[in-house]
């Protein structure tokens, strides 16, 4: 029997991570064997957006065939607007697009009603279209552009919460995604509680070596620390 998808993240785990750089996170992720977790060409539409935290809800589309991708498949129940219906509360939308750039995946009325059901973000390899209106939504999107024909002009939508591949990194329901400027992060659901761990102290100890580079120090043996650094680093840290 499959497990359930787990859709909610803690309020916990929405506060350590909103602090952690997707930068760090990727560092901790390599060093657990991890790659291939930064989703290739989403870019932040708008500049300035914060950085977010949410479980994947994905979402697929397959390239366009004439006799599936119509104006008539929106009413379909396999549709975009059947699984926005479906999406919780805090998820972040994870659409595999196939990193194609010439058809709009979502526009402003989905992206909408997206906010109203308290979806935290948009991420695609794909692209948006009615961008001032995705704009004016105030829903938070990473993306590779807009593009202003509809998505049955490019893709047929199949399928939702299901595996995806979102550029080019294998995205499950239920993993957890975090973005900022520089792009979209997957941490798989299995190490949610060691990168909860280990992303504080990460981000103490780059810290404390950036405040050594300002004070003058010179890179080797402090990033990384030596020894004699990490010493230094306990002392100056210990007790707060």
Same mark, same amino acid.
């Given at each position: 029997?499959?497990?359930?998808?787990?859709?909610?993240?803690?309020?916990?785990?929405?506060?350590?991570?909103?602090?952690?750089?997707?930068?760090?996170?990727?560092?901790?992720?390599?060093?657990?064997?991890?790659?291939?977790?930064?989703?290739?060409?989403?870019?932040?539409?708008?500049?300035?957006?914060?950085?977010?935290?949410?479980?994947?809800?994905?979402?697929?589309?397959?390239?366009?065939?004439?006799?599936?991708?119509?104006?008539?498949?929106?009413?379909?129940?396999?549709?975009?607007?059947?699984?926005?219906?479906?999406?919780?509360?805090?998820?972040?939308?994870?659409?595999?697009?196939?990193?194609?750039?010439?058809?709009?995946?979502?526009?402003?009325?989905?992206?909408?009603?997206?906010?109203?059901? &308290? #979806? =935290?973000?948009?991420?695609? $390899?794909? /692209? +948006?279209? *009615?961008?001032? %209106?995705?704009?004016?939504?105030?829903?938070?999107?990473?993306?590779?552009?807009?593009?202003?024909?509809?998505?049955?002009?490019?893709?047929?939508?199949?399928?939702?919460?299901?595996?995806?591949?979102?550029? &080019? #990194? =294998?995205?499950?329901?239920? $993993?957890? /995604? +975090?973005? *900022?400027?520089? %792009?979209?992060?997957?941490?798989?659901?299995?190490?949610?509680?060691?990168?909860?761990?280990?992303?504080?102290?990460?981000?103490?100890?780059?810290?404390?070596?950036?405040?050594?580079?300002?004070?003058?120090?010179?890179?080797?043996?402090?990033?990384?620390?030596?020894?004699?650094?990490?010493?230094?680093?306990?002392?100056?840290?210990?007790?707060?």
């Amino acid at each position: 029997m499959n497990k359930p998808i787990k859709t909610e993240l803690d309020a916990r785990a929405i506060g350590i991570l909103s602090q952690v750089t997707t930068a760090t996170l990727t560092t901790l992720l390599l060093k657990k064997g991890l790659r291939n977790v930064w989703l290739r060409g989403t870019r932040p539409l708008r500049s300035g957006q914060p950085r977010l935290v949410g479980r994947a809800f994905t979402l697929r589309f397959v390239p366009a065939r004439e006799d599936l991708a119509t104006p008539e498949s929106w009413s379909s129940p396999i549709s975009t607007r059947a699984a926005i219906e479906d999406m919780p509360a805090g998820c972040i939308a994870v659409v595999d697009a196939m990193g194609v750039t010439d058809a709009g995946v979502f526009g402003d009325i989905l992206c909408t009603r997206m906010v109203k059901r &308290g #979806v =935290a973000a948009l991420v695609t $390899d794909g /692209v +948006v279209r *009615d961008v001032s %209106g995705v704009l004016g939504s105030g829903l938070p999107v990473w993306c590779s552009g807009a593009a202003a024909p509809p998505s049955v002009a490019g893709l047929t939508f199949v399928d939702w919460q299901r595996p995806v591949a979102c550029g &080019g #990194v =294998a995205v499950f329901p239920g $993993d957890v /995604v +975090v973005v *900022d400027d520089d %792009g979209a992060v997957l941490i798989p659901a299995a190490l949610l509680d060691d990168i909860l761990t280990l992303a504080p102290e990460q981000e103490r100890l780059e810290s404390w070596i950036m405040l050594q580079v300002e004070n003058g120090a010179a890179l080797p043996g402090l990033y990384p620390p030596n020894a004699e650094n990490k010493a230094r680093y306990l002392a100056d840290t210990a007790g707060k």
